[in-house]
C-alpha cells in the first residue's frame, strides 16, 4: 500500500485517508477502536498496523484454545462471532476438520 500511494505522491494525512478506505474485516474493526488523535503519523499508523496484525499472525492457535473461547458479557452477538472468526482462522487443521 505504501508503495502504492508513494507511486502517486500521495503524503501525510492523505495516505492515511486512502488506507482507511482500503480496510474492512479485522483491519477496519481494528482501526476504528484507535483512540481519536492516537496516530500523529502515516509511519505511526503503518508500524502500529504491522505490529498488531504481524503478532496476530505469528500465534498459532490449537482446537483446545477455539473451543474454549466463549461470548464475553460486554460482547455482542456479532463481535463474538468477529472474535471468533478471527481465532479460527490462525488454527491450523481447524479447516480440514470441517470438511
Not at 51 to 61: M, P, Q, V, W
Amino acid at each position: 500500500m505504501d508503495t502504492i500511494l508513494d507511486y502517486h505522491r500521495a503524503r501525510g494525512t492523505v495516505k492515511c485517508k486512502l488506507f482507511v478506505l482500503t480496510l474492512k474485516g479485522a483491519a477496519m474493526t481494528w482501526f476504528k477502536g484507535l483512540l481519536d488523535n492516537s496516530i500523529d503519523s502515516w509511519g505511526e499508523l503503518c508500524c502500529d498496523f504491522t505490529s498488531h496484525f504481524t503478532a496476530r499472525r505469528k500465534r498459532l492457535n490449537t482446537m483446545e484454545a477455539l473451543n474454549a473461547i466463549v461470548q464475553d458479557e460486554k460482547e455482542t452477538l456479532m463481535e463474538y462471532v468477529e472474535h471468533f472468526t478471527r481465532e479460527g482462522v490462525q488454527v491450523q487443521g481447524a479447516h480440514d476438520r470441517l470438511k
